[in-house]
C-alpha cells in the first residue's frame, strides 16, 4: 500500500509545493494550502477541490456515462453581485493515449477581481475504462508570468513524472487530476445523506477528500427558472466548498461555491450544448 506522502527523489519533495486539485475558478490558493501556490489563482475550477475516494461504491464508473465528446459547458463567476470572470468547460474528443481510448477534456477561463487577472487553461486525457488519469497538463498565465506543467501518471505502476523533471512519485493506483474530478463526480453513484473519503489524486501528499452529499436543493437559473440539484460539499485541508450537481441523467454542474480570502466567489451554468441539444441549464 502507499504512504499518504510522496515518493522523493534527488530530496526534492514533490506534492507539498505544488497546486492540489484546483477549484472552478481558482483565484487564489486558500489557505493552510502552500503560500508558493497562492499565484495559482484561476487554475481548473470545476473539479472543483481534490474529489478523491477509495470505496467500493464508487471505485470504478460504469459506461455510458452522463456526457459525451461535444459537450460543451460556459460559467459566469461572481464575487457578491461583481462580476469576476468565465470559464468553458469541453469533452473534446477521444483519443489513443499509450494505446488506450481515452476522454480529452479541456477547460479554459480567464478573469479575477482588479489585480488579479489571469488566464488558464487544462487539458486531461482519461481513459474509457476504467476512468483513470493518463496524461494532465495546466498552464496560468498572470502579471506576464508563465506557469506551465506537464504530468504523465501511469496508473498500472501507481507513479506519475513531471515532464523535463527527472524522477517519478508514488501516485494511487486510479488516479484523477483535478479536471477529471469534475466528470469523476458526475459520473458516481453519490446517495444522499452519505459521505465518501477519497483518495485518488495523482500527488498523494493532497489525499483523502470527503465529499458529503447533503441534499437535494432547487437552484436559481438565468431567466428565473429553477433546476433541482443534488448539493455536495467537498472537503480538503480544512477548506470547504460547495457544488451543485443537476438531478438528472446528465449532472450537469449548476454551480460551484468556492471560499477565497477576499470572499466566495459563484460559479454559475449559462449554457450547456452537446451533440443534437443547444441550451440553458433549465431549457
Known amino acids: 500500500m502507499l504512504s499518504a506522502e ?22 487564489q490558493e486558500i489557505p493552510p494550502w502552500p503560500a508558493q501556490n497562492r499565484s495559482h489563482l484561476y487554475s481548473g475550477m470545476l473539479p472543483v477541490a481534490p474529489l478523491i475516494v477509495h470505496t467500493a461504491l464508487l471505485a470504478r464508473l460504469v459506461s455510458p456515462y452522463p456526457f459525451v465528446v461535444g459537450e460543451t459547458l460556459r460559467y459566469d463567476a461572481k464575487l457578491g453581485y461583481f462580476p469576476v470572470g468565465e470559464a468553458t468547460v469541453s469533452v473534446t474528443r477521444m483519443a489513443k493515449e499509450r494505446g488506450k481510448q481515452s ?22 486525457w482519461v481513459g474509457a475504462g476504467p476512468f483513470n488519469s493518463l496524461r494532465f497538463h495546466r498552464r496560468l498565465e498572470q502579471g506576464g508570468k508563465i506557469d506551465e506543467h506537464g504530468y504523465v501518471i501511469l496508473p498500472d505502476s501507481a507513479r ?10 508514488a501516485a494511487p493506483a486510479d488516479p484523477l487530476d483535478e479536471l477529471a474530478f469534475l466528470y469523476y463526480l458526475r459520473a458516481a453513484p453519490l446517495e444522499v445523506g452519505q459521505t465518501y473519503s477519497l ?14 452529499v447533503t441534499g437535494r436543493e432547487t437552484i436559481a437559473m438565468p431567466g428565473g427558472a429553477t433546476t433541482p440539484c443534488l448539493a455536495l460539499r467537498v472537503s480538503a485541508r480544512g477548506t470547504t ?3 451543485w450537481l443537476t438531478d438528472d441523467t446528465r449532472r450537469l454542474p449548476a454551480q460551484l461555491e468556492i471560499p477565497l480570502p477576499f470572499g466566495s466567489v459563484t460559479l454559475s451554468l449559462v449554457s450547456s450544448i452537446s451533440p443534437g441539444n443547444s441550451r440553458s441549464p433549465s431549457g
Open 241 to 243: 466548498m460547495r457544488v
Open 6 to 27: 510522496p515518493v522523493q527523489r534527488g530530496n526534492r519533495p514533490r506534492d507539498g509545493g505544488t497546486a492540489g486539485v484546483e477549484g472552478a475558478i481558482k483565484i
Open 199 to 212: 483518495a485518488r489524486y495523482f500527488k498523494t501528499g493532497y489525499n483523502p477528500i470527503e465529499v458529503s
Open 160 to 169: 506519475y513524472r513531471e515532464e523535463g523533471v527527472p524522477g517519478d512519485w
Open 103 to 124: 476522454f480529452v477534456f479541456t477547460m479554459a477561463g480567464q478573469g479575477g477581481p482588479p489585480g488579479w487577472r489571469v488566464r488558464y487553461d487544462m487539458t486531461s
